[in-house]
């Protein structure tokens, strides 16, 4: 039984202006909870049925994270995700350092995201970036919260293991170090991305499907690319879209 | 103001078994009901409200589809899709032809997925067949119905132009005929993407994430591949999964 606080505390954590004044987010779920744990994030507590902790009792005494039984009714009643139902946990949003451009690597590839709505979208490129060995993946702040639970829960253990981070892009790009490789972007009248052989170098920016990039973001690519299209369909998704760049980045990598 | 048969009607199509039985299907949102209009496929009926009616006259009339008014509560409630509440259309289900392997070209690449349970990552790859010109996906039975509105709205509207059948798969895969250039299947164990020269022809299989192929299905393929990890994910989606091997299949062509 949680005590009216926690199931209070818990619920407030659905909403992003309490996870920033709490510099708190919720993990829901019984697979990504363990992957929570195992990954070495600081994890403040975790609400679990008395099977689940049973099963994980190992992990959270290596762990050394102090759990509480909790009921599936009171699981479901405070998480976003009514089919896992066997365990949330509380982890500590990763500290906000000040961060500009001069952070990028020049010998990496970084993802950035402009105003990318869907937070499921969010989680699963950030699951995608975790597949190619992407480091970072930087948000704009009217990108959907990656710390939310519906985009913590489609990056499937991943953004325990990318940096991620909120930052404002044209600042971002004002400020990057000197010989930063390239900024690219997709754009209909970019080239091909076929006919390129691509360096997993310097910054990949996506932006919203239905409306691009935001001008003061489009104003600082260097490179523009696009995949071409044989069919008929309008658009490819955002997500879709990552996954085929980031795959023509890294293939001969 | 519909009345309460209509709204029955239209709550019942949200079901599989109803979508079969009246061998229709709902599209749900003004701008899938306009690119059904625009495709041709026999549409019964349109339920707009006065401003979708207005705006879209022209398109009514050209394409002679009986309309109704209705008010976005009557659409919202009706329909599975909150946001999406301008109109409504109910459209008729392809006709189920016998189909076999037989069916399937020797010089063209069809899809075919096989236990993908989950109604958004079926309309998503149908979005992706679309965008690379794949004329045709397969679905297997346990996959989850093309025709649902979850999987048409996903689908962007390329579920109109795509032919997407329901069949049995290993009953296909025995009756491929002669000269069949190839089955591929993705599994761990395959070959690298990016190894190959790949030629879009044959048929892909897709499986579940969770369960890959099932071994019915296994056994038919006649070759494997698999697209290397550099980072720490576990897995992919089977919608990002596709969106890569389709990126592969066609880059070339």
Known sequence: MLTKATLRFLTD?????HRLAAERFVVEGAKSVIELLESGLRTERVYGTRAFLV?????????GVPAEEATSEELVR???LVTNDAAIAVAELPAVAAFSGAHLPLDALTL??????DPGNVGTIIRLADWYGVAAVVCSPTTADPFSPKAVSASMGSIFRVSVVVADLPEMLATLPSGFPAVWGADLSGADVHSLAL????LLVLGSESHGLPPDVAAGLTARLHIPRRGRAESLNVAMATAILLDNFYRSH
Not at 13 to 17: D, I, P, V
Not at 112 to 117: F, I, N, Q, S, Y
């Open 13 to 17: 954590l659905q909403q992003r202006k």
């Open 55 to 63: 099963e994980n009792d190992w992990l959270l005494r290596r762990t």
């Open 78 to 80: 405070v998480g976003s």
């Open 112 to 117: 950035a995201l402009a105003d990318v709505r």
């Open 199 to 202: 360096e997993p170098v310097g």
